[in-house]
């Protein structure tokens, strides 16, 4: 089986060059080739800047399936599917849960509505990013229709996640003590672990299925990755809720409540099709060895220790 990432040396896509090694794929990553770790040996990397339109790497080559993990606009897609045409099997799109309506019940499958699609913006912001993979799904459905598969991972982490907004609630649990936590410990999360995201894109290449799939980990919440996270490090941890207007905007993995049920979603479907679920205190174990690897490396979001300190010191906290 061949294979060709478009996009490969980041979190999630170098998960999935690894796991399709393991699996016995040959596989060609497609990158510009200036970020993300050095990727194993066997993988042919081709240079090229999709951004600039530059596919001139990939004018030769056939493959079984194609995996874009860097289209973010309709433009950028659509150009990869000039490019590559029919010399690819299957066109699998990575796209993301941001595609759906924003109120949502929860338990929602892939049949729920989508937002408005969204062909071209200028900034990719919480407003426009769902909207724009919208565009992006569609073009792909209309080229390779039964050959297309979408995959929409809601959050991702793991070892290799240097997002850092689960990282900052991971090392603070860990760290233990008493916490600011600036909404209720029941907010709800849903994570998947980007091992169980990179298995399931494998699989669906190798059995050939095609539609769209939910790649949602298990259902918890905020309070029990900080207290996971706590454990894990033998430490303990006392959830002091603070109000949110007391803390920096865009506060690491804060939602408004509004849309709490919409992320909830049902991952039957992928778990149906070889999906695994790798258990969440493994996750989090996994994502502070890897972290303490590296050396820890500071944060640029959330509070400071200091700044955690006074918060707490005020009357009421």
Known sequence: MRILTLGGNGFVGRAIVVDALAHGAEVTSFSRGVSGPELPPEVVQVVGDRD?????????????????LSGYQSKQVDEAMDALGDRVGR???????????????AGATEDAPRQTPLRAADVLTNETYGRCKVACEDDVWER???????VRPGRVTGPGDSSVTALYWVRRGA?????ALPTTPE?????????????????????????????IGPETTIGELITTAAEVKGSS??????????????????EPEEVWP??????????????????????????????????EPALDIGLTDQAEAELLARPGG
């Open 175 to 179: 760290r233990g003590g008493r916490v």
């Open 144 to 150: 390779y229709g039964d050959r297309a598969t979408i």
């Open 91 to 105: 066109y699998v799109f990575v796209s993301s849960h941001a595609v759906y309506v924003r109120t949502l019940p």
């Open 237 to 254: 941890v006392e959830l002091v809720q603070v109000p949110e207007d007391a803390v920096p905007a865009h506060f690491p993995l804060l």
């Open 262 to 295: 919409a992320r909830r979603r049902d991952p039957s479907k992928a778990r149906a099709a070889g999906m695994p679920v790798t258990p969440f205190r493994q996750t989090v174990a996994d994502l502070l060895a890897w972290d303490r690897d590296r050396g």
């Open 187 to 215: 907010q709800p999360l849903q994570f998947i672990d980007s091992r169980d995201l990179a298995r399931l894109t494998v699989q669906l290449i190798t059995d050939g299925r095609s539609g769209a799939f939910n790649a």
């Open 52 to 68: 600039a339109g530059d596919y001139a790497g990939l004018a030769t080559g056939e493959w079984d399936a194609v995996v874009d």
